[in-house]
């Protein structure tokens, strides 16, 4: 079974089709919609679909309490090297938050990257965070 995300993604570069009960074929906004995409869920796509688009294999990041991982050659070949935190732009953000996921990801060995994306974005937004020893 297929990842929400996933489907929006290969449907919108056309390695997937679907069709609605009927059997005619969905587009994207269709798809969404059957699929109950949030405006949130929506900006968690635009990492999702530019992460992608840069050649990065992308898996769910739940294991470290994140939105996603990222690979550069895929799973089984490599340690994800990029553990990735989607936030909406309109919602707080709570430091203590950061801290723990930073911690998170540097105990795990990955970089650690804040990604948000807005309903308007063209493109997401991301800020990386290394720890550094004085």
Known sequence: MLDPLEALYLLETGQLEVEDEDGRPLGLEELAR????TEKAWGAYLVY????????????G???GASF??????????????????YPPDEPFDPVELVRAGRV??????????AT????AR????ITFKWLRP
């Open 34 to 37: 059957k699929l109950n995409v």
């Open 49 to 60: 679909r530019d992460l992608r688009s840069r050649g990065l294999v992308v898996r769910s």
């Open 62 to 64: 739940l294991k470290y």
């Open 69 to 86: 991982v990222a690979y550069r050659k895929g799973p089984g070949l490599e340690h994800a090297p990029f553990v990735i935190h989607y």
């Open 105 to 114: 990801s540097h105990s795990v060995r990955k970089v650690f990257v804040l």
């Open 117 to 120: 994306a807005g309903p308007g």
């Open 123 to 126: 493109q997401p937004t991301y």
